[in-house]
C-alpha cells in the first residue's frame, strides 16, 4: 500500500499548476475510486487534524449503506459483527499505540442483518515529527472467497476422513509399486507401522504365491489407466495369511498417470465363511446322494431335485423333470393333493403312507415325509421317501392272519367273537336277532387218521369253500378250529331265515367231495342259538350252540338242533359218558400213558406214574380229569381202577423182564376204590397175578380221600404198609395241606402240586413253603416229588433245594408204552 503512495506522491510531483493539480486530482480520484470498484476495496481515511472521516463510495457499498451517511470512527465500530468487535477494536487500539499498519479479518453487519467478510489493511500516516496525521483503511469484501475456501476446507477435511476413517485398507502407491501412504486400517489389518510401510514395496505385504498376480493387476493399472479389481492373498505382519478383494485406481494429475491408488477389503473372515458353506454343502450333498432313503424337491409339481435312491426306487434313471403327480397312484393322487396343499412354509406332514407308481407300472407303497420349503424364492416341496412296500405287505399278512384261519383263509375265532360282540351291540338298537349256527363235520377225525392229513386239510378247504357259496348278505363263516365252523346271521327277522340255511347246508353235503380220488361221503351236525332268547352275550350264545351241537352228535350226527333251555345238556352229557364209559372197557377203548419220575441229582429214572387215557370214538382223546369224575359218581371207577393196576403192574413186571433196574410204579387210586370193602384182596391178587414186586407198587391218593373217610383210610394205608406197597400223598398243596395229618399218616412219598412248583421262582412264598414242606418231609424220611417242572430254572431250583425227585414236562410228557420203553433204555445206559 505504502508503495502505491509513492506512485502518486512522484506523479503529483510534476504538476506545475493549480488547475493543472486540481484535473489531475480529480482524475486520480476517479480513477481510485473505479479502483476500488473494480477491486471490490472500499476505501476510508480519518483525519487528525479535521478531525473528520471519509468513505469512499465503494466503502458505502461494502457496508450496504446510503453514501450520504456520514459517522465517527466509534460509530464505524458498530457496523462490525458484534462477536468481532472487541477483537478489532483491541488490534486497532494497539496498532494505534504502535503507529503501525495491520491487516485484519472480519465481520460485518449491512442494516437489513446481512453477514459478509472482510479483510481490512489498516496503515497510521505520520509527518516529519513522527505525529500521526491520517489513518487510512482499505476495506476488501472477502465473503465469496471465504466461502470458496471454507467449503475447500470441508472436502478436503471430507476425503481425509474418508481416508482415515476407513475400515477397508485405503493407500497410494508410486509407479514402482512403493507405499506413498496408508490409512490406518492399513496398519492395523497388517500389524506394521506406519514407518516400517511408507516407501517400500507392496510385494513384502502380498503372500508370495499371490505376488505375480498382484503385480499384474498393479501394472494393468498403469498400462489401461484404468480401475482393476482382483482377490489376493496378503500376508500379516505375524505371517498369517489374509484374503482381500482389491481395486486398483490410477492417480492421474494433468493427464500424467502419477501413481496407484488402492483400496484392499479384507475379506478372510467371508471367505472362511464361503469355505466351510461349500464343505457343507458338498457334506450334504453327498449324504442325499448316497442315502438309503428317496430324498426330492419339487417345486410347482415338478421334481427339481430327485437322488439316487428314490429314482432307482420309482424305475426311473432320473425322475428330476417329472410331474410329481404322474407318480402317484391316481387313486391316491387327490388324497395327497388334500394333504400337501393346506401345508404353509414350514410346515410338514410326517409318515404319510400312499402308493406309487414305477416306470414299469407297478405299485410301491411309499410312505414319505412332506415339507414345505422356500427354495431359491419359491414356495417348493422336499421329501423323504421310504419304499414300505414289503413292510405294510408283512403287516397286512399279520393283520390277516391274526383274523383269518391260514388253512381256509376264512375268518378265525377271534374275528368270530370281536364281531359277534359288534353284532349283539348293533342288535340291541334294531331289536333284530342274531344267529349262531355251529356246524360240526361228522368223523373227521377218521377222514384224518385213515387218510393223512394232507387229505384232511384238502376236505376242509373244499367244505369251507361249499359254506361261502351258502352264504347271503348278513351272513359271515368263521372256521374255528379243527373240524368246526360257524356261521353268524346278523338282523335275522324270521325264523326261516335260519331254517333256509340249515336246508342249504344239508343240501350241501349230499354231493360227495372227490379229493385226490377218494370220494368222501361227509354228513354235518350243527347247533343253533340265538339271540336274545338263548342269550345276549358272546359267551353264552356259543356255549348254547354248543350244547345244541352236541345234543345233535349224540342222537345220531348228521342233525340240527336248536338250543332251547329245556336242553338238559349236562346231564345229556352225563347219560351219553357214562353210558359210553360202560363200555370203553369191553371196546378196550383205555389206554395208560407213563409219565417218568427222575432222581432229581443224577436224573436216573426210578419210578414211573400211570396215567389213564380215553379214546373215544367220536370225540377223540378225552381227559381223565373230565371222565374220572363221571367214573367215580357211576361207580365205575372201581372196574377201570383196577383195569388201570393190572395194566400198569404188568407193564412193571414186563421191563423189569426186560432186563431194565426196578423201578415203582405209581398208580392214582379214587377214593370210592380205597374204600370199597374188598380192595385189598383185588390187589393181592393183582399182585400175585402179574408178578410185580409190592414194593414196586405205588398207590397215590389225595387228601380229600380222608375227608368223611379217615378211618377206613388209615387202616387200609396200615395194611398196605404191611404188604410192603408204597403210599404217597398227590397234589399236595392244593386241598387242605394239613402238616398234621403227614404226621399222622404213614407215608412214603409226597407230590407237591404243579401249582406251587409254577410259581415257585416268582412267588418267594411259594420257594418258602417248598423248603419248609421238604425239611419235614425229611424228618419224617419221606421222599418227596415236585410234579410239573417245566423249566431248567424250576429244576435247578429244587435241585438245590434238594428234592428227592421230579416229575414234569422238562424231563418228559406222559409217554406211550414204546417211546417209555425207548427212554427207559437210554435213561439205563446214560
Ligand atoms: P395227577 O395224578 O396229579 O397227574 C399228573 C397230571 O399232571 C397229569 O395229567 C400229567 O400229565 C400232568 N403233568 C405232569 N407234569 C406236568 C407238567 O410239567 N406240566 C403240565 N402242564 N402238566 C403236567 P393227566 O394225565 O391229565 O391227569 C390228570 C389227573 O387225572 C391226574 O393228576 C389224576 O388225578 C387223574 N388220573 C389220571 N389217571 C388216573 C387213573 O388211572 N385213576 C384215577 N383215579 N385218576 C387218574
Ligand atoms: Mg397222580
Ligand atoms: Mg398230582
Known sequence: MSKNYRIYKDQFQNIKNTEQLIDQMKRRFEDFELIQKISNVGYWEYDFQMDATTWSNQLFLIHGIEDDFSMSLDQFFTLIHPDDRARTFERFNVALDEKAGYEIEFRIVHPDGEIRNVVQVTEF??????????????????????????????????????????PDSVFSFDLQGNFLSCNPALLETFGFREEEILHENFDNLVESTSREKTNHFFMETIRTRLPQNYETTGIHKDGSILEFNVTNIPIIINDELVGVYGIAKNITAQKVMERSLIDAETNYRSLV??????????????????????????????????????????????????????????????????????????????????????????????????????????????????????????PNRRMFEEQLDERLKSSRITNKKVAVML????????????????????????????????????????????????????????????????????????????????????????????????????????????????????????????????????????????????????????????????????????????????????????????????????????????????????????????GFKPITTSVNFSVKQLIKPNILESIDNIIEETGIAAGQLEIEITESSFISNEIEVTQLLTELKKRNIKVSLDDFGTGYS?????????????????????????????????????????????????????????????????????????????????AFTELLRENNIT
Not at 491520517?134 to 481416508?163: A, M
Not at 391316491?332 to 409318515?351: M, P, R, T, Y
Open 125 to 166: 500516516l505520520l509527518n516529519e515529527l513522527n505525529e500521526l496525521t491520517r489513518i487510512i483503511g482499505f476495506v476488501q469484501d472477502i465473503t465469496v472467497h471465504k466461502k470458496l475456501q471454507l467449503s475447500l476446507v470441508e472436502e478436503e477435511q471430507y476425503y481425509k476422513s474418508l481416508f482415515i476413517n476407513n
Open 738 to 818: 394239613s402238616l398234621y395229618l403227614l404226621k399222622q399218616l404213614t407215608l412214603d412219598t409226597l407230590k407237591i402240586d404243579r401249582s406251587f412248583v409254577e410259581e415257585i421262582l416268582t412267588d418267594s412264598v411259594n420257594r418258602s413253603i417248598i423248603q419248609c414242606i421238604l425239611t419235614l418231609a425229611n424228618e419224617l424220611q419221606m421222599n418227596v416229588v415236585a410234579e410239573g417242572v417245566e423249566t431248567a430254572e424250576q429244576y435247578a431250583l429244587l435241585k438245590e433245594l434238594q428234592c428227592d425227585e421230579i416229575q414234569g414236562y422238562y424231563f418228559s410228557r406222559p409217554l406211550h408204552v414204546e
Open 439 to 658: 356246524i360240526d363235520l361228522d368223523r373227521f377225525k377218521y377222514v384224518n387218521d385213515t387218510l393223512g392229513h394232507s387229505i384232511g386239510d384238502v376236505l376242509l378247504k373244499h367244505f369251507a369253500w361249499r359254506l361261502q357259496e351258502c352264504l347271503l348278505v348278513g351272513q359271515t363263516v368263521y372256521r374255528l378250529g379243527g373240524d368246526e365252523f360257524c356261521i353268524v346271521l346278523s338282523e335275522v327277522n324270521h325264523q326261516n331265515e335260519i331254517s333256509r340255511l340249515v336246508d342249504k347246508l344239508t343240501q350241501l353235503t349230499k354231493e360227495d367231495f372227490v379229493i385226490e380220488g377218494y370220494e368222501l361221503h361227509v354228513t354235518i351236525s350243527i347247533g343253533i342259538s340265538m339271540s336274545p332268547e338263548d342269550g345276549s352275550t358272546v359267551e353264552t350264545l356259543f356255549k348254547n350252540a354248543d350244547t345244541a351241537l352236541y345234543v345233535a352228535k349224540s342222537q345220531g350226527r348228521d342233525q340240527t338242533q336248536y338250543y332251547s333251555s329245556s336242553l338238559n345238556v349236562q346231564s345229556f352229557k352225563h347219560f351219553n359218558l357214562s353210558n359210553d364209559l360202560r363200555k370203553a372197557l369191553d371196546k378196550k377203548e383205555f389206554f395208560l400213558m407213563y409219565m417218568p419220575r427222575v432222581d432229581t441229582q443224577t436224573t436216573e429214572i426210578v419210578g414211573v406214574e400211570a396215567l389213564i387215557r380215553w379214546k373215544h370214538p367220536e370225540w377223540g382223546l378225552i381227559s381223565p380229569t373230565e371222565f374220572i369224575p363221571i367214573a367215580e359218581e357211576t361207580g365205575l371207577i372201581v372196574p377201570i381202577g383196577e383195569w388201570v393196576l393190572r395194566e400198569a403192574c404188568k407193564q412193571n413186571k414186563i421191563w423189569l423182564d426186560q
Open 289 to 410: 446322494e448316497q442315502s438309503i432313503v428317496g430324498v426330492f424337491i419339487a417345486v410347482e409339481g415338478i421334481f427339481i431335485y430327485s437322488n439316487p435312491h428314490l429314482n432307482k426306487m420309482m424305475g426311473y434313471d432320473t425322475i428330476t423333470g417329472l410331474k410329481v403327480l404322474s407318480l402317484i397312484h391316481p387313486e391316491d393322487q387327490q388324497k395327497v393333493i388334500d394333504e400337501i396343499s393346506h401345508l404353509a412354509e414350514g410346515e410338514s406332514i410326517q409318515n404319510f403312507c400312499h402308493r406309487g407308481i414305477r416306470l414299469d407300472e407297478s405299485i410301491v407303497i411309499i410312505e414319505v415325509h412332506y415339507k414345505k420349503v422356500l427354495h431359491q424364492g419359491k414356495l417348493a416341496t422336499i421329501g423323504t421317501v421310504l419304499d414300505v412296500t414289503e413292510r405294510k405287505q408283512t403287516e397286512e399278512l399279520n393283520q390277516f392272519l391274526a383274523y383269518h384261519d391260514y388253512l381256509t383263509t376264512l
